[in-house]
């Protein structure tokens, strides 16, 4: 089975464990900075993570990489399937991460209440090239969170994304997809 099935074998499960997924992430190739470049869906790629369906839930839409240094982190949708970009707090992403939260309708409708306060057109992160799990690829580094995302190509239009969040044990994985319609 190459690379691209087990990935796809995972997805359809959708379910696999953290070392089934950092053995995935490990034998991809990695990215430059060109390369991610746009703007990207994202999905969950749950390993029983506490942020497993979390982002889903409050109507995250992706990612979008103007250049190194402008760097939109997190895009959702508000209650028009309109994409606005999300300023990452750290007072709600460590109360996010401290307390279970219900992955459900209901709390799609708390977080769609909050987004105006949470909206933003500024940069909140940028783009280097950075070793980890000893392969050197594109990281994405929130600004005021000790957050990294490290990205790994599944193929032309896919990467598998891993969180490595300080005093996080477990990583957190999810997938991003090209957006062609940008």
Known sequence: M???EKFQTIQQQGQTTTEEALQLFDE???VDLDF???RWKGSGFHTNHPMDG???TANWYGKEFINPEQVHPLLFLDSNNKIFKVDPNPILMNLTLRFPIPRNEAMKSVFTFMNPMMKTEESKARIRMMEHRQKISATMIYDYLPINDVFRKVDENIVLGLMDFKGMQ?????VLKR???V
């Open 170 to 174: 477990q990583p957190f994985f999810f």
């Open 28 to 30: 991809l190739d990695t």
């Open 54 to 56: 979390l982002l889903e």
């Open 2 to 4: 190459n690379i691209l």
């Open 36 to 38: 991610m470049i746009g």
């Open 179 to 181: 957006d062609v319609l």
